[in-house]
């Protein structure tokens, strides 16, 4: 079969979506450069917000017509967050669909397929398996193209139960894969090429896995053992939840050559009766004192967040609170989100729904505090140094862009680099989401 992946969500989608195209190839299926070239179509879905659902279905919808075209040897496939979480509504809403699986099966995209095309049976099939392990077990034998920069799962699943959040449903309990096998993949990404990688977990922080001499590796013993591999350049990590980064974790980031100095710290809101109702086991001021901690050991970390408005019960007063820790901290980078109610969660049964015209607008005011921040903090560097790895070509000739140590995306015309180099950028101009930048001869 030609297999084509269509990928949404988070960065551990795009990981499963490398995986799953590593096990078609090694099972002799081919990697389809679009869409119309393809026979069996995947959608790598996700359910963080309603918007993103609505979008899903309308894509898939989209696909029937592909499939009647095709009159037979044509597969959807539907796998992911959202298939986990809305399984039976994707049957009842779109029964040509061939394949429904959760992201804790992903790894048997190759056999189902397989059966599928033997038995001609047309047959919904889902996860059920709630833990990660199974998912890693082997790494497949063939591996799809890779980039210079790329993202590698040590840890999934979550065990925090945010009150808004899907995630605890759709890619079940906590599990930490273990160091030796990191490392083999690490070894591997190296092989082909690949100079950053971003270790991915819903909680990083909270790695618990197996090392060397049975021992029990915490995430910064994760990062040590990585600090001196040969041909890695740069390594970064996502995502952390402030309740679990201690001063091990500060001390990596002083101490680790390679560990970027880089850290989205989601924070969801600034205020304590917000932060309790969403259940994050944390206050405003344990997270300052998170972020204080972590300047003391690196002055230049920069800061990235989450936030989240319109939560259940959020007033006036608590999103000025949310504002008034943004100016605070002064980050280089931050997302927000209009809170979206998950079924299933707790915070979808919370009394006082906040409107959807405050929403927006709360979102508009954070918005654009937030983009100010950015270019603020990009501003500084006009006429500095930035050391940047070259990850694509740009639009125009000669151009690469790249990122910055600090994660800022950097463009420059270099005539004698090419992708995969890092080189020292001195930038020009500023945009809020990007810089430009020319490398001196
Ligand atoms: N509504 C809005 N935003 C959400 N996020 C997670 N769940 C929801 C929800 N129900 C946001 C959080 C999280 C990011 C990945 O998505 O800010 O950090
Ligand atoms: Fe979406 Fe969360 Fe699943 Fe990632 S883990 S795909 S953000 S629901």
């Known amino acids: 079969m030609r297999f084509f992946i269509k990928n949404y969500g988070c960065q551990m989608n795009s990981y499963d979506s490398r995986r799953m195209a590593d096990i078609l190839i090694s099972a002799g299926h081919a990697h389809a450069c679009s869409l119309l070239q393809a026979n069996l179509i995947i959608l790598n879905t996700c359910s963080i917000r309603e918007k993103v659902d609505g979008k899903i279905f309308s894509d898939i919808g989209r696909l029937k017509l592909l499939k009647e075209k095709a009159s037979g040897n044509f597969f959807i496939v539907v796998v992911g967050c959202m298939a986990q979480s809305r399984f039976s ?77 899907v995630v605890p449903f759709t890619r079940g309990r906590e599990f930490s894969r273990g160091v030796l096998d990191i490392v083999q993949e690490v070894k591997n990404l190296i092989s082909l090429g690949v100079k950053e990688i971003t270790l991915l977990g819903q909680n990083v922080n909270s790695y618990n896995g197996e090392g060397r001499g049975r021992r029990n590796y915490s995430f910064p013993d994760l990062l040590f053992e990585l600090a001196h591999m040969d041909g890695l350049k740069r390594l970064r990590y996502t995502t952390s939840n402030p309740r679990d980064v201690d001063e091990n974790l500060a001390r990596a980031h002083k101490e680790i050559e390679i560990l970027m100095p880089s850290l989205h710290l989601p924070v969801q809101s600034g205020a304590d009766a917000i932060l309790k109702k969403m259940n994050r086991k944390y206050t405003r001021n344990e997270y300052v004192r998170c972020v204080e901690m972590l300047r003391e050991y690196r002055p230049d970390l920069a800061f990235s967040s989450d936030f989240i408005v319109g939560f259940p019960g959020e007033t006036d007063a608590d999103f000025q609170q949310t504002l008034e820790l943004a100016e605070s901290i002064g980050y280089a980078q931050a997302y927000s989100f209009k809170y979206s109610p998950r079924s299933g969660t707790p915070a979808a049964q919370m009394p006082n729904p906040v409107p959807e015209d405050i929403k927006s607008e709360r979102l508009q005011i954070l918005q654009n505090l937030l983009d100010d921040q950015q270019l603020k903090f990009n501003q500084n560097f006009i006429g500095q140094y930035l050391n940047v790895l070259f990850v694509k070509e740009g639009r125009h000739e000669k151009q690469l862009v790249g990122r910055s140590e600090y994660s800022q995306s950097v463009s420059s015309t270099a005539a004698a680099a090419s992708v995969g180099d890092i080189v020292n950028v001195r930038i020009t101009e500023v945009a809020s989401h990007s810089l430009i930048g020319v490398i001196d001869q």
């Open 89 to 165: 509504d994707i049957v009842r809403r779109t029964p040509y669909v061939d394949i429904i699986l959760g992201p804790q099966n992903i790894h048997l995209i190759a056999e189902i397929v397989d059966d599928i095309i033997k038995n001609k049976v047309l047959d919904a099939t889902i996860s059920t398996s709630e833990d990660a392990e199974s998912k890693f077990r082997q790494l497949p034998n063939k591996f799809s193209d890779r980039g210079v920069s790329e993202f590698l799962t040590i840890q999934e699943g979550c065990n925090n139960f945010c009150s808004y959040c």
